[in-house]
């Protein structure tokens, strides 16, 4: 049984930094696509950056760029976003999720597996 699990969410100031993980289980990150997705109160669940699965191809959101990172460790089985420079509007549930296909896509309805969440809050 394939499980994600994220940690690493919390509050923080505008302009700080946070590294959130996503651990698999039941599975490699090697077989996916990684992505990060979030979802902000009465809002749709958002694209945020994803990760081929040759590692070779990082995409990110247009509001992200240049401030969050993805990546990944093979030895814990699990990828990572950093985020830096972080705005209340950052603010939000994020979700990591793997997809099948090699370079994942910017749908959520592309991605089989989802995790639990973490909380982000970006203080103003």
């Known amino acids: 049984q394939v499980q994600l699990v994220e940690s690493g969410g919390g509050w923080v100031q505008t302009g700080g930094s946070l590294k959130l993980s996503c651990t698999l289980s039941?599975?490699?990150?090697?077989?996916?696509?990684m992505a990060w997705f979030r979802q902000a109160p009465r809002k749709e669940r958002d694209f945020v950056v994803r990760?081929?699965?040759?590692?070779?191809?990082?995409y990110h959101a247009f509001d992200v760029r240049g401030r969050f990172t993805i990546s990944r460790s093979y030895a814990e089985n699990s990828v990572y976003l950093q985020m830096n420079s972080l705005k209340p509007e950052d603010t939000a549930v994020y979700y990591c999720?793997?997809?099948?296909?090699?370079?994942?896509?910017?749908?959520?309805?592309?991605?089989?597996?989802w995790g639990q969440g973490t909380q982000v809050t970006v203080s103003s």
């Open positions: 039941g599975s490699s990150i090697r077989d996916y696509a």
């Open positions: 999720a793997t997809s099948g296909s090699g370079c994942g896509s910017e749908n959520a309805r592309d991605y089989n597996y």
């Open positions: 990760l081929s699965r040759s590692g070779a191809n990082r």
